[in-house]
């Protein structure tokens, strides 16, 4: 703990991907505010997420609300200059977001079109290099970045399909991108998480049953809570995790050490 008592007293971040209050980058930001942080926010621009996302946001006293879609570099320019004339500086920044064509998160991953295949890689991967390489001048303190990934990057997870390729190239970006930023004293890892019910969850075919049979057989038998991501997020992002880069680490009730199925 630092003398203070609050882990992140002082520390300016930035949030992407709250859509409402089951969203991973919100169980995030909640422990993060909790232990002091001040945040700014970025939401897609249409009404279903601005509505919600917005009130999230000044529920916590956030001195910057805006939209941002990562496929728009001039949104991410007018951001990052909001953020630099607004602190001059970022401690952390959780990036929380992925999108693919859902006609896709089903069937079979051989027949993914060239085009969701871009835009998935683009949306759900490219973007965390285009964001790191934006935060980099406004960490000259060292900083922590953070991205959220499954373990349909790892294993065939039933129609998780190309976006578990996605998330292959954005765990091996976590660790390109440590290392190009570790000797300035940033930060870059992965929170692989449990299955979690969320808009984007749900996106995913089959997901009812991927969410009952990962609760079934998980070393815990049950999936992760909101508040467990969210407090193993904060911990990434605070100096209790300051000797850590270029992890992937998971919060999955220990899912991925399991090697057989626990039904009876
Ligand atoms: P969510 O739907 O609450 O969040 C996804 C966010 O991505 C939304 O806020 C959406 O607005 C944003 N987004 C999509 N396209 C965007 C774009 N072009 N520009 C800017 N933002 C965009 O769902 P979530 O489950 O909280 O997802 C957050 C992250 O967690 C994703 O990377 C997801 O893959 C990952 N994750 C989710 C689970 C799960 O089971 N839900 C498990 C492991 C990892």
């Not at 009952?212 to 991501?229: G, I």
Request: aromatic share 6%; with cysteine.
């Amino acid at each position: 703990m630092t003398g203070s008592g609050q882990l992140l007293e002082g520390k300016k971040g930035l949030v992407m991907g709250v859509a409402n209050d089951r969203s991973l980058a919100w169980g995030i930001a909640r422990a993060a505010h909790a232990q002091g942080a001040e945040i700014a926010f970025t939401h897609q621009a249409h009404e279903g997420i601005a509505r919600r996302a917005i009130p999230l946001a000044e529920s916590i006293g956030s001195p910057l609300i805006m939209p941002a879609d990562v496929t728009d570099p001039a949104s991410l320019d007018a951001l990052f200059e909001k953020i630099d004339t607004l602190w001059g500086k970022l401690d952390f920044v959780v990036h929380s977001l992925a999108f693919s064509d859902r006609n896709e998160l089903s069937g079979r991953y051989v027949d993914t079109s060239r085009d969701n295949f871009l835009m998935t890689l683009d949306i759900s991967c490219y973007s965390l290099t285009d964001l790191t390489r934006r935060a980099e001048p406004l960490m000259a303190e060292g900083g922590s970045i953070l991205t959220l990934t499954y373990d349909g990057s790892q294993r065939v997870i039933k129609s998780y399909n190309v976006m578990g390729v996605a998330k292959a190239a954005l765990e091996a970006s976590v660790r390109y991108l440590a290392n190009d930023l570790g000797p300035g004293g940033i930060r870059v890892n992965a929170l692989s998480a449990g299955p979690m019910r969320t808009l984007a969850g749900a996106g995913v075919g089959d997901a009812r049953y991927v969410y009952q049979w990962m609760e079934k057989n998980s070393a815990m038998r049950r999936n992760p809570t909101l508040d467990e991501v969210g407090n193993t997020g904060l911990y990434l992002i605070s100096p209790l995790s300051n000797g850590v880069t270029g992890e992937v680490h998971y919060v999955d009730c220990g899912y991925n050490i399991v090697g057989m199925g626990m039904i009876d």
